[in-house]
């Protein structure tokens, strides 16, 4: 429909004016104090604001609510983004605190215009339904509750061009809500800290490709159960969010946490003869995100998951099923005189493939068809020479083709491969010498220790040999080494061997050196 940048800026303000809608950050003792702090915070994450006020007493009634901001998309142009949000009353409960409340249905209007791309409005309806938020505090230091049976928010117009584009339904919703937030202002800085329950979230997606002559159809639905969530983050006023380096620098930074007890999805794609069938479900998950100045920490894990799919391109179904799938990374953004930690991980954790997919591979089923597993985590310490958030330090590392920072330590401190009847696993701790070449050649000398346990890989080094994978020699060749070199542990198929690289290129396995020059 669009270019990536559109996309980009559509899916920040739609969430902008999402959180605008639902979660009314922005809370004070008085109403008046509240709708003031409400524009303050706003403006300070970069939008500007127009309302109309009207009221009386202890009420203060904000309409006609627009939200514009200038958002860049490519070669310093900016793309002009509004937000148009309903009406919401600030009233007065008589005990110091304040009741946020907003229509049971309202309209949320969304306006794009972007370079060289014709002009997109978006329309939503929001719906609330058993809706209560109370803001109490001051206005420095504001605590607010809320509660929802439902929230819901739906796309109903789709406008290209001044043209309607008949687009479909997009619809989400979730259930059971409650959750508090609090907001302390203090230092030029908002703080805020909030924590949200959910017993279902929905979603509905049933489109049209909105092209001329196209007969493409896309349908999603999904749900999660039992959400838990928390997060937070500081910003500070006046911070510019399109100059995201600028903002981490003076102390913006964004973290969040989610769980789930269960989770399914299904999707169909139709185009002609074309087709394309998927589906998903789990029992439960988890997910953690942080941004600072200092540190990106990003974590996903699904647990119990299964995976089918279908189409016209593939020969046939394919079902597939994990007990385990996740990957974690965490690591420095910035440049630092000292070293920083690092870590990642990625499981595969009991993954079973369809009959189909083994006869494939081993059609004379001459391997065993265990679940599979592969996990890896590493852990380290480094240094970078730049800001990785920073552009235009990225463009220039790119043009002159150096390298953004180095490596001090590196550990393995798991590497688990199981399956087909073996398991190979192994831990290491190594040092780098950057100021100083390896004896093997250019690049820093590196050394250290590791640990790896082989059990069952002669055997199935002998099976891929009878089945024609690996030839004989090579096979043989390789059981002879392990034998060799690995030290048994529980019997002649299960070997441990302790391998050690000196700092002077001198290599050993369970003491016996091992020449390499």
């Known amino acids: 429909m669009t270019n990536p940048y559109f996309k980009r800026c559509f899916r920040s303000v739609s969430a902008a004016a999402i959180f605008a809608g639902f979660a009314s950050p922005g809370l004070a003792i008085t109403p008046e104090e509240l709708w003031t702090q409400w524009q303050s915070y706003l403006t300070s994450s970069g939008y500007e604001i127009t309302a109309t006020e009207s009221g009386s007493g202890d009420s203060l009634t904000v309409s006609d609510i627009e939200l514009s901001m200038e958002m860049p998309v490519e070669d310093d142009e900016t793309a002009a983004v509004t937000v148009s949000l309903g009406e919401y009353t600030f009233s007065g409960r008589g005990d110091g605190s304040v009741d946020v409340l907003m229509p049971g249905r309202q309209t949320i209007a969304i306006h794009v215009e972007a370079p060289e791309e014709d002009p997109v409005d978006i329309t939503l309806v929001q719906t609330a339904t058993g809706f209560s938020m109370v803001a109490s505090g001051t206005a420095e230091d504001t605590d607010y509750t809320y509660s929802a049976d439902s929230l819901g928010l739906a796309m109903t117009d789709l406008v290209r061009g001044g043209e309607t584009v008949e687009l479909g339904t997009v619809e989400v919703a979730i259930n059971g809500i409650s959750g508090t937030t609090g907001i302390d202002v203090a230092g030029g800085r908002y703080t805020v800290e909030q924590t949200l329950g959910a ?30 969530s928390t997060g937070g983050g500081t910003v500070p006023e006046g ?30 794609f139709r185009d002609g003869a074309e087709s394309f069938d998927y589906s998903s479900t789990s029992e439960g998950g988890s997910l953690a995100f942080r941004l600072d100045a200092a540190r990106l920490v990003y974590q996903v ?58 006869a494939m591979a081993d059609p004379a089923g001459g391997l065993p068809r265990d679940p599979l597993t592969v996990e890896v985590a590493l852990s380290g310490t480094g240094r970078l020479f730049v800001n990785l958030m920073d552009q235009a330090e990225m463009e220039q590392l790119a043009e002159t083709g150096g390298v953004p920072g180095e490596v001090e330590t590196l550990t393995l401190d798991n590497l688990t491969i199981r399956g087909v009847g073996a398991e190979i696993g192994a831990t290491a701790a190594l040092q780098v010498d950057n100021e100083a ?36 020699a090579q096979a043989m060749m390789a059981a002879g080494m392990i034998s060799q070199l690995g030290r ?30």
């Open 199 to 228: 017993s279902e979230l929905t979603y509905t997606v049933d489109v049209a490709d909105p092209e001329p002559d196209s007969t493409g159809t896309f349908t999603m639905n999904g749900r999660m159960e039992g959400i838990s």
């Open 239 to 268: 911070v510019d969010l399109t100059d995201m380096a600028a903002a981490m620098e003076a102390g913006y930074a964004v973290n969040a946490t989610l769980g789930y007890s269960a989770g399914e999805t299904t999707l169909a």
């Open 301 to 358: 894990l699904g647990s119990v998951v299964t995976m089918n799919a279908s189409g016209a391109q593939m020969p046939f179904p394919v079902s597939i099923s994990a007990e385990a799938l996740g990957f974690q990374i965490a690591m420095p953004l910035n440049e630092t005189e000292e070293a920083q930690d690092f870590s990642a991980s990625l499981t595969l954790s009991e993954i079973a493939l369809p009959d189909q997919l083994w």
């Open 437 to 472: 070449m390896s004896p093997f050649g250019p690049g820093p000398n590196v050394w250290g220790t590791a640990n790896i346990r082989m059990q069952g890989v002669q055997g199935l080094l002998n099976t891929l040999s009878q089945m024609g994978l690996v030839p004989p």
């Open 488 to 517: 048994p542990v529980s019997g002649p198929d299960d070997l441990e061997a302790d391998v050690e690289l000196s700092e002077q290129g001198d290599l050993s396995v369970n003491g016996q050196p091992m020449p390499l020059r």
